[in-house]
């Protein structure tokens, strides 16, 4: 009742089912987080079901948190992995591009660190979805209003583990150094799992998230509100992949 509308494509349908952001495909069964349900139309819930088996099955197998790898953890890998190999094939990993990752930062570490691996079409496309969604609705959680067709947002992300990404999760750090972490009440060790920064400006309708899946993929982005243009100065992020909000995640996006 308090939350009528859809808050993914706009405000523009009434919300009728509540919907996992993160998706549960990112987490053991039973392990998603307390108080990340949001409001949503059928379309936008069930249109990226695709989407989040691939990128929860990928948001798992490149978390190198050790804490992360319990039988429930390998469970919910392995039956990903069968679900993916079954109805979408395509989006399975190529193993013949794995390369382990030894260095963190000037770091050099005895071990692989993580694995990296080329990016597939398939891959890309589920990041971008769930990307896209959580913006949305970590604006709705943080903002307590809709992200509209009136906004301009991006989505993004990259792997923490990447040398030459450590600038930009610095800067998450110091400017937002917040974290609201993940959790469930019903389970005592619930790890390090889902967290993440944000910040804003009303007055512009400014809006900076970065969420962090174990230690793994980082997805972050911007939202910027009616008539506040990017500073074309700025080539990095004048070269993100903007687009309006509100945009229908679902298969049926709303034209
Ligand atoms: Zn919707």
């Known amino acids: 009742m308090e939350h009528p509308l859809c808050c993914f494509c706009g405000g523009t349908r009434p919300a009728t089912t509540l919907d996992h952001i993160p998706p549960k495909a990112c987490f053991p069964v039973g392990f998603w987080p307390d108080q990340f349900e949001f409001p949503s139309c059928s379309q936008c819930n069930n249109g990226t079901s695709r989407h989040d088996t691939i990128f929860g099955y990928y948001s798992m197998l490149l978390d190198f948190n050790e804490a992360n790898r319990t039988a429930k953890d390998r469970d919910r890998l392995l039956h990903l992995g069968e ?53 949305h609705a970590l604006y709705y959680r943080e903002m307590k209003k809709i992200l509209t067709r009136n906004h301009r947002f991006f989505a993004s992300a990259y792997q923490i583990q990447d040398p030459s990404t450590h600038t930009l999760t610095d800067y998450f750090k110091q ?75 679902g298969s049926e996006a709303p034209s």
């Open 83 to 135: 679900e993916i190999r079954k109805r979408y094939p395509e989006a399975l990993p190529d193993v013949t591009t794995l390369k382990p990752v030894y260095r963190v930062g000037r770091l050099f570490a005895p071990a692989p660190v993580a694995i990296s691996l080329a990016r597939k079409p398939t891959m890309n496309e589920a990041v971008q979805t769930i990307g896209e969604k959580l913006a």
């Open 175 to 249: 400017q937002f150094p917040d974290l609201t972490i993940g959790a469930r009440s019903s389970i005592k060790s619930y790890g390090s799992r889902f967290a993440y920064r944000s910040g804003f400006k009303s007055e512009e309708d400014f809006f900076i998230f970065a969420a962090q899946f174990g230690y793994g993929l980082i997805l972050w982005g911007m939202v910027l509100g009616a008539g506040i243009e990017v500073d074309p100065s700025n080539g990095a992020l004048k070269d993100m992949r903007w687009r309006n909000g509100g945009c229908g995640l």
